[in-house]
């Protein structure tokens, strides 16, 4: 059985694809779970997709990846980023692998946004990709579980080859 990666999105990206477009893009939060599962099959996972507007939700559901056994975790927070002390403390209880994600560049939009405290718990922030920073968190995800015993001194400056695929992929298209 596949190990599983826990995907988890906080407050109002139930409205994605049609909150602030201009911003977020026009994807769906249904589209972005299939886009994710897609990413996440192709390297050999499972995932669990949720959503919700409840900081206590989140907060299970992190512990929750623990009691299972998940590879890791990958939160985006939204609103919560900047002012959950409680999802903090869940991150650093359970010392899962996490990633950080955000469909915009944080530190590009308002300095209240910059304050992440999610990432004094993170292995990794990627963000400012749109909805393409889920499928680069996955590949990090994956690289991280496939060495072993996570990150080593040999590994830890080698990228895995699809994030530099996907990420080279996605400049090629910028240009």
């Given at each position: 059985?596949?190990?599983?990666?826990?995907?988890?999105?906080?407050?109002?990206?139930?409205?994605?694809?049609?909150?602030?477009?201009e911003?977020?893009?026009?994807t769906?939060?249904?589209?972005?779970e299939?886009?994710?599962?897609?990413?996440?099959?192709?390297?050999?996972?499972?995932?669990?997709?949720?959503?919700?507007?409840?900081?206590?939700?989140?907060?299970?559901?992190?512990?929750e990846?623990?009691?299972?056994?998940a590879?890791?975790?990958?939160?985006?927070?939204?609103?919560?980023?900047?002012?959950?002390?409680?999802?903090?403390?869940?991150?650093?209880?359970?010392?899962?692998?996490?990633?950080?994600?955000?469909i915009?560049?944080?530190?590009?939009r308002?300095?209240?946004?910059?304050?992440?405290?999610?990432?004094?718990?993170?292995?990794?922030?990627?963000?400012?990709?749109?909805?393409?920073?889920?499928?680069?968190?996955?590949?990090?995800?994956?690289?991280?579980?496939?060495?072993?015993?996570?990150?080593?001194?040999?590994?830890?400056?080698?990228?895995?080859?699809?994030?530099?695929?996907?990420?080279?992929?996605?400049?090629?298209?910028?240009?």
């Open positions: 059985m596949a190990k599983t990666i826990y995907i988890l999105n906080g407050p109002n990206l139930n409205l994605l694809g049609t909150r602030e477009p911003k977020y893009g026009h769906r939060l249904g589209d972005l299939a886009i994710c599962r897609s990413a996440a099959e192709a390297q050999g996972f499972a995932i669990v997709f949720r959503q919700s507007n409840l900081e206590g939700e989140l907060v299970s559901w992190i512990q990846a623990k009691a299972t056994g590879a890791g975790i990958i939160l985006n927070a939204a609103g919560y980023t900047t002012t959950s002390v409680a999802i903090l403390d869940a991150l650093l209880a359970v010392k899962l692998p996490t990633v950080e994600v955000h915009t560049n944080i530190h590009a308002e300095e209240f946004r910059h304050n992440s405290l999610v990432s004094r718990a993170a292995t990794g922030l990627i963000s400012g990709f749109g909805v393409e920073s889920y499928t680069l968190a996955i590949a990090a995800l994956a690289g991280l579980a496939r060495a072993p015993g996570g990150r080593t001194e040999e590994t830890a400056g080698a990228p895995d080859k699809t994030i530099s695929k996907t990420i080279n992929k996605k400049f090629k298209k910028a240009k």
